[in-house]
């Protein structure tokens, strides 16, 4: 009891009484919101102050809030910067009248001004030495990092550089330097001198660390699934985005976003590419051919085609349409690490052989993670196989800045009547998504009928 | 009643499994066929401790004069040795029990077979009983290798051949002991059965003994032993055992080495016969063992498998670590085992231990490094304590990372100081890190201080 008394005491005695300054706070805007990133300072430490005028703006995940002055003074201190993280109800600023003192107002950690500090000469100096030879590192330019985790990584005794930086830009802030002194860094000592802090490994080390070994075998993103337990009592995981996932993100985003998309099915008679298949199958060996399947024929087929349908081999960037005389055909990958998207250069010149090595090589390539990434652009068109997975028909999101996209869909059994006879066969689905900006239906629809005729006399493409 | 865990085997990795979890709160059943506690603690590694100690104790009388104590008429009971060990290995199987109970891990002591995977999880049964539980860890362990060599099975049956489990219990110092297989179950049995009187003869058909040690220490070994009055036939293949004798082949000639008892200690191999493993399609590789990955998890989802059983590494704390890594991969922490910081020891007198590569192993995988070797001379207490002794200490720096990736030794107190280089290697810190430990002096232990300092820089 006595003890709380001495603490309010101690509490009054400092903001109340005989001092005017006032402290504001950051906000806090709804319950879930633990903290904020201050994103603009609108007025300087110094500046006049009046009611209504905005002090800074500040931002959740989520909106972006302007906090206004509620009374009118000097902007005496300002304790965090722009970028940083500040945890709400804080202590975000003072205003007050020159003179006045205001560092009983300085939120633990946070930063303040040196002039503001009592300072003895020689404790700085030592402190100052200190500093360079503890943060060394932090005297590189690159480094980005807030004030207050400055002050954090000094008292703690932290190496910045190896702070991961989650603050806007790729700045690093407070909860950065908490995590790095509470866990420290996650890497052996050996292993530190080649670690890439924005990297991310496969951590085998004890307790978590990353090892040398871990390191040479380079960055990896898949994630391993870890066996759900009885004792795992959370209902759902979380996860960061790994940097593949956040291109695939923004890119199919942007796709939908800027484009007017509009698929439209076909079906075609396979018993053509099937007994094509088959054929080769048979002849495999004698021959020295890949296994050739049945997405490497479509890819083929649509090279073959596409250089009548120049819209459809093209990319828009809502100005201009750039047309390509050469297919440079983009296929989908599905990869541990999530969709990726090869291309197959100067396709239409490349035998079916080849681009079934090829597409192979690619494939493979992608799966283990060690593609070159320039193979991952300069795609003129794209194919997307879920054939496999038993879809029939489905609406495929256009690769920008090309103008189109084919989705090949399953075999259904369709019948149809030849000769009076009802007859069965295998039917496949293709779905072509176009960028209606560039393309009109019509001219899509007929790219996609020219496609449907190949495919179903293969043979005869194969011989023109 | 079904169970959260079913452990098989009641060995290091199934005990210290059964442990853990049930500090957890799993409920949790293990299976022990023969002995809780398992062939390391009843009939490998720790009884043939409290044997070898016994020797160590014998070899001071023996060796006492050049340190200025006289000690006439001692003698060795094996009899007296054999009752110690039984009540060491009782001692410690009791504390197994008692950490289970502890941990309220049912124990059943018969022998387990997997049935099926049913809906209600995994069902194994025990003289007709059935059990179920949500996850299988299979710790079933090791036998010893028997080749089809002729006489041998008859041998065995008779008594005149034996094992790791049958030696360790024999009353009698036998006159002759011939001992096939030169690793370390034989060493350590050579080691004694010479401090105890025996002729032994090792037969190995390596070039070397101590398996995978490094080859300078094995020679060193091998030499001590040889002045002791061991007699290794290196290169050499058992072909036959009579009633008397062991049959080998040496340097293209028949060699009869007569014998009164006969160790076979030619290796081991995984026990996963008649588990029941084909019932639920636990994937093997061709020795037997179980293929796991480095979470410990088998083929089959929810299953399993730590310890010898493996056949990776086939050491009892290998086996704890690998238990623990399965159950905090079952307890949803997820840990990886990792095998390149395993100490391993021979407890011979001089003792080797060696944690990480050797140089043969470094180079064998292209590793930039740079191996430094010292005389045991260098660490004080090591003069102060063996007269005439030779040891040495090899440490192996990775030149491009500046870590240490290999400590060998050969010399007492080996078995204790190798965990502090194990800790060194695991951890990879720097060779500049170590260098600002402080090691008490005057330890043998200094010698691995002493050996950072002798890197290049």
Redesign the interface.
């Given at each position: 009891m006595l003890e709380s008394n001495s603490v309010q005491f101690f509490v009054h005695n400092t903001n109340g009484g005989t001092y005017m300054a006032t402290a504001v706070i950051m906000p806090r805007q709804g319950n879930t919101v633990e903290s904020c990133v201050v994103s603009k300072w609108h007025k300087k430490k110094g500046d006049k102050v009046n009611i209504g005028d905005i002090l800074f703006t500040y931002e959740t995940d989520k909106a972006t809030f302007d906090e206004e002055a509620k009374i009118e003074g000097i902007l005496l201190e300002t304790f965090f910067e722009e970028g940083d993280d500040v945890p709400c109800l804080l202590n975000m600023c003072v205003i007050g009248e020159l003179g006045e003192d205001i560092s009983s107002f300085s939120p633990e950690g946070a930063t303040v001004k040196e002039a503001e500090k009592p300072i003895e000469d020689k404790k700085e100096e030592v402190k100052k030495e200190a500093e360079s030879l503890t943060v060394q590192k932090s005297e590189n330019e690159d480094l980005k990092i807030s004030p207050r985790a400055k002050n954090l990584a000094d008292k703690t005794n932290v190496d910045v550089t190896y702070a991961n930086a989650t603050g806007p830009n790729g700045r690093i802030i407070e909860r950065d330097i908490q995590a790095l002194a509470k866990d420290g860094l996650k890497v052996?000592?050996?292993?530190k001198?080649?670690y890439d802090q924005t990297a991310s490994y496969n951590a085998?080390?004890?307790g978590?660390?990353i090892?040398?070994?871990d390191i040479r075998k380079g960055v990896v993103t898949p994630v391993?699934t870890?066996?759900?337990?009885?004792?795992?009592t959370q209902d759902y995981t979380e996860e960061k985005l790994s940097n593949i996932r956040k291109v695939i993100a923004k890119t199919m985003h942007a796709s939908i976003s800027q484009m007017a998309q509009l698929t439209m099915n076909a079906a075609f008679d396979a018993t053509s590419i099937m007994n094509y298949r088959a054929m080769v199958k048979n002849n495999t060996e004698r021959l020295g051919l890949a296994n050739i399947t049945i997405n490497d024929i479509v890819v083929y087929a649509v090279a073959k085609t596409l250089l009548a349908h120049k819209d459809l081999n093209a990319h828009f960037n809502g100005e201009s349409i750039k047309r390509f005389n050469k297919v440079h055909m983009g296929v989908a990958i599905d990869t541990p690490r999530g969709l990726m998207v090869p291309t197959v250069f100067n396709c239409d010149m490349k035998s079916l052989n080849d681009i079934s090595l090829e597409v192979k090589d690619l494939a493979g390539k992608c799966k283990t993670g060690n593609i070159n990434p320039d193979l991952l652009t300069g795609g003129t068109f794209t194919i997307t196989n879920l054939g496999n997975l038993g879809v029939e028909s489905f609406t495929p999101v256009i690769n920008p800045p090309q103008t189109a996209i084919l989705g090949v869909c399953g075999l259904v059994t369709r019948i149809k009547e030849e000769n009076g006879q009802i007859k069965p066969y295998q039917a496949m689905g293709l779905s072509l998504t176009i960028d209606h900006r560039i393309v009109d239906g019509a001219p899509a629809a007929r790219f996609l009928k020219d496609l449907c005729t190949n495919l179903e006399n293969f043979e005869m493409m194969l011989a023109k | 009643m079904k169970y959260d865990l079913i452990v098989i085997g009641g060995g290091p990795a199934g005990y210290l499994a059964a442990e853990r979890a049930g500090a957890k709160g799993l409920n949790v059943l293990l299976f022990e066929k023969r002995n809780l506690g398992g062939v390391c603690l009843n009939e490998g590694c720790v009884p043939s401790k409290a044997l070898l100690y016994s020797a160590k104790i014998y070899d001071y009388t023996k060796h006492s004069e050049q340190y200025g104590v006289k000690v006439t008429g001692s003698s060795l009971d094996q009899e007296v040795v054999i009752k110690r060990k039984n009540k060491v290995v009782k001692t410690l199987v009791t504390g197994v029990k008692g950490a289970l109970k502890k941990n309220n891990v049912t124990v059943v002591e018969k022998t387990a077979k997997i049935e099926k995977k049913s809906s209600e999880g995994f069902v194994v049964s025990a003289d007709s009983e059935l059990y179920t539980g949500d996850r299988l860890l299979i710790c079933s362990g090791s036998e010893p290798i028997m080749p089809p060599i002729p006489g041998l099975l008859e041998g065995y049956q008779k008594g005149f051949i034996l094992t790791n489990r049958e030696i360790l219990d024999l009353t009698n110092i036998p006159k002759t002991l011939v001992i096939v297989g030169g690793g370390v179950i034989g060493l350590e049995m050579a080691s004694y059965f010479n401090s105890a009187g025996s002729k032994v003869t090792v037969v190995e058909m390596l070039d070397r003994i101590g398996g995978p040690i490094d080859e300078e220490i094995a020679d060193l070994l091998r030499k001590e032993y040889e002045k002791k009055g061991i007699t290794f036939n290196l290169g050499s293949k058992v072909t036959s055992f009579t009633e008397k004798s062991v049959v080998f082949e040496k340097d293209g000639k028949t060699l009869e080495a007569d014998a009164e008892k006969v160790l076979v200690s030619i290796g081991r191999k995984p026990s996963t016969k008649n588990l029941g493993l084909e019932n639920i399609g636990v994937e093997t590789d061709k020795r037997g063992a179980i293929v796991t990955d480095s979470m410990g998890r088998t083929n089959v989802a929810e299953v399993y498998a730590a310890g010898d059983v493996n056949g990776v590494s086939m050491l009892a704390h290998t086996a704890y670590r690998e238990a623990e890594v399965c159950i905090n991969n079952i307890l949803g922490k997820k840990d990886v085992m990792r095998y390149s910081a395993i100490p391993s020891v021979i407890y011979t007198n001089p003792e080797v231990a060696s944690v990480g590569e050797t140089v043969a192993t470094a180079k064998q995988k292209n590793m930039d490094f740079e191996s430094v070797t010292l005389s045991m001379k260098f660490s004080g207490r090591y003069v102060a304590e063996n007269e005439g002794g030779n040891g040495i200490c090899k440490v192996l720096r990775e030149k491009n990372t500046n870590r240490l990736i290999g400590v060998s030794l050969i010399g007492n107190y080996a078995s204790e100081i190798i965990y502090g280089a194990a800790m060194m290697i695991e951890t990879q810190m720097t060779v500049d890190d170590l260098k600002e430990l402080v090691f008490p002096h005057p330890t043998v232990c200094e010698i691995i201080r002493e050996a950072l300092f002798s890197f290049n820089e």
């Open positions: 052996t000592s050996a292993a001198p080649a085998t080390g004890i978590g660390r090892t040398v070994e391993e870890v066996t759900v337990s009885v004792a795992d | -």
